[in-house]
């Protein structure tokens, strides 16, 4: 390939969810024939994952959609053609915007738009509330689950380790640091610097996977198990060990907070304020009136004529029932690996240790715990995912050199933490760049659900994503029964692909149930295949996205600078194809909200009163409105990146915004009061709904419980697991239509292939390279290849991201490798209903093909 | 004079195949067609196993078993160290493949598209300088050293596993690395002294 007339374009890599790089592509003839990291780009390295690296190929997919498209076969389905008309635009307005006029008028919230597509959701939740309709963001199916966690332990939605400062990273079920978290590229750096400092990797996981096959030590685990092995851990750190932080939790926890039989606060009848043990004093005082050293952790108390006792000794007793030898039968992992990766993690937090960074001192605290999807993604989600990030908080390391740090919880210091009336730290309000993801304290107030997430019965979640289609498949009498008495008329979904993220097949069924479907394709997928109106879609690489990286998203932790990436087009879309945002304006201008829009656009991007503010009967582009936030947000605009030809903008970043911990005000939860104090709440409108058959409250627990998921024992036959992970060349099932992808993914056995313990294979007759069936007890089976390994645990077998696309239009992928989610149950029975987590502990038999 | 070399860390290598997507589209090679790539190796039986990664190219070799082999006169070795490769000589003999240890020799059959229903835009400007019948194989990014760049492989690594600098002067990063992490070459017993070093 010649060099002789290559343009170079500046942008931000987006092959990923994360916006993690910036990128040069390189164009000739207006076509892209290469991307890399941008050597300038210091806040990541100028360098560039294999994902972003394989870009050039994907805006040309042959099965691009460059045309609408209408569905002439009533007929939908797996595999159904559609029998595509090619349609003008105004033919497709012509549609759409009468279907869109009609639901507004009939009923808004029967509108639902679904995307996964951070740098729009400034905008894209303003047209969906502005309509009156819902919002869904669908990809969250397999999140890890520790958003929830997040607003309270990092005061942010994601959260990464302080590698620069750490010498311990224990990765539960994650591979944070190894190119498939968020910030791939930065983190990889961070963990191989750490790693060759001398830190330590400890991986807890059922599969051998990347990150532990590097690691100091792989900790294989049996699926689903590990809330109970992280209560082992809470254990043996406070009561057997005594390595936790008692002055963290003395003053920055609910530790101390008296609780009464009850099991709630006791409090101050003057103030209501809750109560501490003052030791100096000998009397109980409220929790701001206490000095740390004065405070008690333990002991039983009169007050206010009834006994109480610390949440702190509450919660020490009630983890005395989870010793390793109680716990290594449950996990399979041996009682003295339990007890020394946790007294290694534990000493290694070093607590009471201070550092000094920039000349100011601050606490040192060099261990985390990072869980990802798997240990998470369970029937008691809940329970699990605060016991493994609450690690974390038992050693004191939130928000601290050394641990865990939020992303951008604290820039400026004025998207501010507050402290709460019971002395909780709020973060800033969470809404403001994550519409739709709401902070878990304090509970709302449960209600009759309003959306199909039924986020009204999930009080203390971050979001309750899952319900929707849960919902969505049920029969409309069923629904009904959950206060859902409307059908959804108008589903509009793009960057995502609903109809394959749970099971598919019956995904597809509940996608039947909707009266009109639009989806934005770049290119025809299994989604796409299932929609009345397919409108062509501009690919990122043909895109301006100003606000790339939105705060709280992906933004490098620690002591580095903020920096705020903005993306443009490499290349032109193709014609008559633009970014989806703009169709979308077009849409609300022509079914007459775009008033609602601008105005609730102002609303949630705090413009009101700003230079910045919209006019509310002016039509802006996605630009313009993207301007508006960057200029009124970060005093940057587009104009600023252009004409510095720059695809990033940074500021200095200072010690108490890299390391909010100290300096923020405000508490955190190891005793869940509020779970325990909303539970009535909640079953009461369980019961004025009549779903107590179906609907449980028993999470709602103040103290962190193991209880088994669903699938823990084994049955009729189906004795295995089937596990799933992610690899670096993959991400979400449009990388499968890659070809450059796909070919990087043969090059291991473990990415198509299914691994099996060359031991369970024997018991099975299975040899490798065998021809494979697995299938589940939910009735549906998939096909893989035999990979025998030592690198799982012996129950189980193992998938990757997500082969086996199930669309008619790509050839490429198709059947690549086994589709996981095709195995797993879509049952109420097996959702946590706190946060609406599905299992993902789904039990298998295989057999030779 | 000048000597180049590589060294690869295999303690920070996290075989994500970046290396191998970055030499791929640099040089905008066919399908199947690798001048670089990631071997892997399990070792060990549960719960104790390990993998390592192990990224492989051309050696460069200083005794190249290719450039003697060659009837054609493919290979040739340059007083920088690189063993550049003029693939218009090629004929087909296809000798190199046998006597290069490495298995760092390509050979392009036949030049097929990656695209499902024929040529992708990118692949009309990636194949101009390929032709069917001929061996290839990495130069180090010979028009990236010019420009003052690093071989496309170590620059793009995300965590930084490669380097790349000049054996001969003793300050280069990868001298210091060979030194201070005792570098080894593969198979040293073959006599093909290569300028390729790993870190363990």
């Known amino acids: ?849 | 004079m000048t000597k180049w070399g590589m060294t690869i860390d295999l303690r920070r290598c996290m075989g994500c195949q970046s290396c191998t997507m970055a030499c791929k589209t640099k040089n905008g090679t066919p399908p199947g067609i690798f001048y670089r790539r990631v071997v892997e190796k399990e070792f060990g039986t549960f719960p104790n196993v390990h993998r390592t990664y192990v990224p492989m190219n051309c050696m460069h070799c200083d005794d190249p078993p290719c450039v003697a082999a060659c009837p054609a006169g493919v290979f040739s070795k340059r007083p920088d160290g690189i063993v550049d490769v003029d693939s218009s000589k090629c004929y087909g003999a296809r000798v190199c493949r046998i006597v290069c240890p490495y298995d760092a020799i390509a050979f392009i059959d036949e030049i097929v598209p990656y695209g499902e229903k024929g040529y992708l835009p990118p692949e009309k400007y990636w194949y101009e300088k390929f032709e069917s019948g001929t061996a290839v194989k990495c130069d180090f990014c010979i028009d990236r050293l010019e420009e003052g760049l690093d071989p496309a492989c170590v620059k793009t690594c995300p965590s930084e596993a490669l380097k790349f600098g000049d054996l001969e002067d003793p300050d280069s990063e990868v001298s210091k690395l060979i030194r201070s992490r005792g570098g080894q070459t593969l198979n040293p017993e073959l006599g093909t002294r290569p300028n390729v070093y790993y870190l363990t």
């Open chain 1, 1 to 849: 390939m010649s060099d002789k007339d290559v343009k170079t374009v500046k942008s931000v890599c987006y092959m990923c969810q994360c916006a993690d790089t910036g990128i040069v592509g390189h164009v000739k003839d207006g076509v892209l024939v290469k991307v890399e990291g941008d050597p300038e780009c210091t806040p990541t390295f100028g360098r560039q994952c294999v994902k972003g690296l394989s870009a050039p190929f994907v805006p040309y997919n042959p099965n691009r959609v460059l045309k609408p498209l209408k569905r002439t076969n009533p007929e939908r389905g797996i595999g159904i053609d559609p029998k595509w008309e090619e349609i003008s635009w105004e033919e497709a307005y012509d549609i759409i915007v009468p279907k869109l006029k009609e639901c507004r008028e009939k009923n808004p919230l029967g509108l639902m738009l679904n995307f996964f597509d951070y740098p729009t959701y400034h905008l894209a939740t303003p047209w969906s509330i502005g309509f009156g309709g819902q919002l869904y963001f669908g990809a969250a199916t397999w999140c890890g689950w520790y958003h929830n966690t997040a607003y309270q332990y990092h005061l942010s939605f994601f959260r990464e380790a302080d590698y620069e400062h750490t010498n311990y990273i224990l990765l539960w079920g994650a591979q944070a640091g190894h190119i498939v978290d968020a910030l791939p590229v930065h983190s990889a750096k961070e963990m191989a610097d750490a790693r060759a400092r001398g830190a330590k990797v400890v991986v807890i996981d059922p599969m051998m996977t990347p990150a532990a096959a590097l690691a100091d030590e792989w900790v294989p685990i049996r699926p689903g198990t590990d809330l109970a092995l992280g209560l082992c851990f809470w254990n043996l750190l406070i009561n057997e060990f005594e390595l936790y932080d008692a002055d963290f939790m003395k003053s920055k926890t609910n530790a101390p907070y008296l609780v009464g039989a009850d099991e709630l606060y006791v409090r101050d009848p003057e103030t209501n304020k809750p109560l501490i043990w003052d030791t100096a004093a000998g009397k109980a005082r409220p929790f701001n009136e206490v000095a740390t050293e004065d405070t008690a952790l333990f002991g039983e108390y009169e007050v206010n004529g009834v006994k109480a006792r610390p949440a702190f000794s509450l919660l020490a007793e009630h983890l005395k029932q989870y010793s390793p030898e109680v716990i290594s039968p449950i996990t399979t992992v041996p009682v003295d690996t339990i007890r020394r990766v946790c007294r290694e993690f534990g000493e290694a937090a070093q607590v009471g240790s201070t550092i000094k960074i920039k000349g100011v001192e601050l606490p040192h605290r060099p261990a985390v715990c990072l869980s990802g999807r798997g240990p998470t993604a369970h029937r008691h989600s809940m329970h699990a995912v605060f016991c493994l990030e609450g690690i974390n908080a038992i050693i004191g390391n939130l928000n601290v050199p050394g641990g865990t740090l939020g992303f951008a919880p604290y820039y400026k210091k004025r998207w501010g933490v507050t402290e709460d009336e019971d002395g909780f730290a709020l973060s800033c309000n969470s809404t403001y760049f994550h519409f739709g993801s709401l902070d878990t304290y304090p509970a709302r107030e449960p209600k009759k659900p309003a959306w199909y997430t039924l986020l009204d019965l999930c009080p203390v979640a971050t979001f309750s994503d899952n319900f929707y289609p849960m919902m969505l498949s049920l029969p409309p009498e069923e629904r009904k029964k959950f206060g859902l008495d409307y059908d959804i008329d108008v589903f509009i979904s793009t960057h995502s692909n609903p109809a394959v993220y749970i099971s598919p097949h019956e995904m597809t069924e509940a996608i039947k149930n909707v009266k009109f479907f639009l989806y934005f394709a770049t290119e025809m997928n299994e989604s796409a295949e299932l929609a009345d109106v397919v409108l062509p879609n501009s690919h990122w690489t043909e895109r301006y996205d100003p606000i790339a990286n939105p705060p709280f998203k992906f933004e490098a932790v620690g002591d580095h600078e903020w920096y705020w990436f903005f993306r443009r087009p490499m290349i032109d879309p193709p014609p008559g194809v633009q970014h989806w945002c703009d169709t979308m304006i077009e849409l609300a201008d022509r079914a007459g909200f775009l008033p609602d829009v601008n105005q609730l656009y102002n609303i949630l991007n705090e413009l009101n009163g700003s230079p910045q503010e919209l006019e509310l009967d002016k039509r802006y582009s996605y630009v313009e409105m993207s301007d508006a936030v960057l200029q009124n947000r970060y005093g940057v605009s587009v104009d600023w990146y252009e004409k510095n030809e720059t695809q990033v903008f940074t500021e200095p970043k200072d010690i108490e915004e890299a390391f909010p911990g100290p300096f923020v005000p405000g508490r955190c939860h190891v005793y869940f009061e509020y779970w325990k104090r909303v539970k009535p709440e909640v079953e009461k409108v369980v019961k004025e709904l009549g779903i107590e058959d179906v609907w449980d409250t028993d999470d709602y627990t103040p103290l962190l419980t193991w209880t088994p998921c669903p699938a823990f024992e084994p049955k009729n036959g189906f004795d295995l697991f089937a596990i799933n992970y992610k690899v670096a060349c993959h991400t979400f099932s449009h990388s499968y239509t890659n070809p450059l992808e796909l070919e990087i993914g043969h090059t291991y056995p473990w990415i198509y292939r299914t691994p099996i313990h060359a031991s369970t294979a024997a018991k099975y007759g299975i040899k490798d390279g065998d021809e494979i069936w697995i299938e589940s007890e939910f009735g549906y089976r998939v096909k893989g290849t035999a990979h025998l390994t030592e690198g799982i645990h012996p129950e189980c077998v193992g998938t990757s991201g997500f082969g086996g696309r199930l669309t008619r239009g790509a050839k490429t992928g198709r059947k690549v490798s086994p589709n996981w989610n095709t195995l797993v149950g879509q049952r109420l029975d097996l959702m946590d209903k706190m946060n609406s987590s599905l299992d993902g502990c789904v039990r298998v038999k295989i057999y030779k093909a």
